[in-house]
């Protein structure tokens, strides 16, 4: 059951834009409009900000953006702030194993 | 508001049973299926099982097929999670997670989380 791939890490000055991929197969990412992005700070549980490759949860701010092309998607954060920071992890259904995450990524405003 | 409180969670010997309750409040709980993620300590997320709405379909990851059983009390609002055969390696904050809706696609959707619970499982 191998994860999602995605940076370890991703920095970007305030109000910079950053963008986190999340590379997969055609068996999760690129086979199914399935892709989630969730933030998780330290000690918290995970928040989900992205569904269905582009959709925003009622709430989140629509400085986040999701996008997917062929087997890799991506996390748009266009106007970084300190409240950012966090740790991003994807998530994708998977035909052999269901839902399967990314192997997470630190997010870091300079 | 949506409310999901994990508990049950504390130290265990490699080879011993433990069982996790999520206690639930704000929605109707028997109309979503829900879900156990867990951390390990420094860790990525990793999916462990899934249940339908009115218990009638369980899912599991392959790393605890056979050792762990989800089940609900719809009754109560409660989710549970008997861990059997523990070891090292299933050392983790478990989280539970409702899912968007009872649709296939809905039900790898994640939308609410509770704090989590520790499980350690050592000797």
């Known amino acids: 059951q191998s994860a999602l791939t995605q940076p370890a890490s991703v920095s970007g000055s305030p109000g910079q834009s950053i963008t986190i991929s999340c590379t997969g197969t055609s068996s999760d990412v690129g086979g199914y409009n399935s892709v989630s992005w969730y933030q998780q700070h330290p000690g918290k549980a995970p928040k989900l900000m992205i569904y269905?490759?582009?959709n925003r949860p009622s709430g989140v701010s629509n400085r986040f953006s999701g996008s997917k092309s062929g087997n890799t998607a991506s996390l748009t954060i266009s106007g970084l702030q300190a409240e950012d920071e966090a740790d991003y992890y994807c998530s994708s259904y998977r035909s052999s194993s269901l839902l399967v995450f990314g192997t997470g990524t630190k997010v870091t405003a300079l | 508001e949506v409310q999901l409180l994990e508990s049950g969670g504390g130290l265990v010997q490699p080879g011993g049973s433990l069982r996790l309750s999520c206690a639930v409040s704000g929605f109707t709980f028997s109309n979503y299926a829900m879900n156990w993620v867990r951390q390990a300590p420094g860790k990525g997320l990793e999916w462990v099982s899934n249940i339908s709405g009115d218990s009638g379909h369980t899912y599991y990851a392959d790393s605890v097929k056979g050792r762990f059983t989800i089940s609900r009390d719809n009754s109560h609002n409660t989710l549970y999670l008997q861990m059997n055969s523990l070891r090292a390696e299933d050392t983790a904050i478990y989280y539970c997670a409702t899912s968007m809706g009872d649709l296939w696609i809905q039900l790898w959707i994640l939308p609410s989380w509770g704090q989590g619970t520790l499980v350690t499982v050592s000797s």
């Open positions: 269905e490759v582009s």
